[in-house]
């Protein structure tokens, strides 16, 4: 008898004896060969299809839909394939990647509108995207509904916060106010992987369990932040200053989670950080 097997998309750290390993695992579980003439495949090879919310342009010609590559590296460093969503991306390509998605990660950026919340327009609000909140919002629900595990970061927490009926404090300087600089201006383009202040973790939270601590050095590159919370979140993480810096979702059967600061700029030197996109991959890869 010979076997075929389906090992996928070859990537340099995958090596045969893997594979075999697994096809040998797959057996013990299942019991039994394949049939003669059927294929054996090792779906768990298949790295996980995780989408990508991009960033903008506003008021700036020509338009540009974007994302950092600290994203798509961290995604990619933790074993899953980024699929980059622009806000330009019509409803039926939409829909057809949404079917092929594991996970989905939503990314910094602008702010999200304040109408959205029953607000108006502080002053100091930019960059607001119609198109964006509008696909990251509907990203947002469509992964709730699904079960489908989701990441959020920076805007991505205040999206998903938003999306669930929640409001922001559209200026923390502004009101509630802070002595800490969440905005870290003097670092802006320039180190983005230095901490600048340190958050709290709720023990006994997903987002401890992940993370593996209690107490983590972050780095900070917002002026917004989570006012009232929304519908089903538990606010695990908080700033020197009270300042909401995690959140997870109180259903432990569904993977979602958000992040005030910027773990994609930490990967490199930081555990906590690679943990983050660790377990959204591997949650993806056991939801596909």
């Not at 990537?11 to 299942?30: F, K, N």
């Not at 699929?83 to 019509?90: D, F, G, I, K, Y």
């Not at 020197?240 to 992040?259: M, R, T, Y």
Request: proline share 6%; glycine share 10%.
């Amino acid at each position: 008898m010979t076997w075929v097997v389906e090992v996928g998309v070859w990537a340099g750290a995958v090596c045969w004896e893997l594979a075999e390993s697994r096809l040998m695992a797959a057996i013990i579980l299942v019991g039994e060969p394949p049939a003669k003439g059927r294929r054996a495949t090792l779906g768990a090879m298949n790295p996980p299809l995780i989408g990508v919310s991009t960033s903008v342009t506003v008021a700036k010609y020509p338009e540009r839909a974007y994302v950092n590559a600290a994203y798509l590296n961290a995604v990619q460093q933790a074993g899953g394939v980024p699929v980059p969503l622009p806000p330009q991306l019509e409803l039926p390509g939409r829909a057809e990647l949404l079917k092929r998605l594991h996970g989905v990660l939503l990314t910094g950026g602008g702010d999200v509108d304040p109408a959205r919340f029953g607000e108006p327009t502080h002053p100091t609000t930019a960059d607001i995207s119609a198109a964006r909140d509008g696909l990251e919002i509907e990203l947002t629900r469509w992964a709730m509904d699904k079960h489908v595990p989701l990441l959020a970061i920076c805007r991505g927490l205040q999206v998903l916060n938003v999306a669930l009926g929640g409001s922001l404090h559209q200026d923390i300087s502004s009101g509630p106010g802070s002595p800490l600089d969440h905005s870290q201006a003097a670092l802006q383009g320039n180190a983005r992987s230095m901490t600048t202040h340190q958050v709290k973790v709720q023990g006994g939270s997903r987002l401890a369990g992940i993370l593996g601590a209690l107490e983590v050095d972050v780095n900070s590159f917002h002026h917004q932040a989570i006012s009232r919370l929304g519908r089903g979140l538990k606010d695990v993480a908080w700033a020197p200053d009270l300042i909401i810096e995690g959140v997870e979702l109180g259903d432990n059967a569904q993977f979602v989670v958000g992040v005030q600061w910027h773990p994609e700029e930490l990967v490199g030197h930081d555990r906590t950080a690679r943990n983050l996109f660790a377990a959204l991959v591997e949650r993806a890869r056991a939801s596909a």
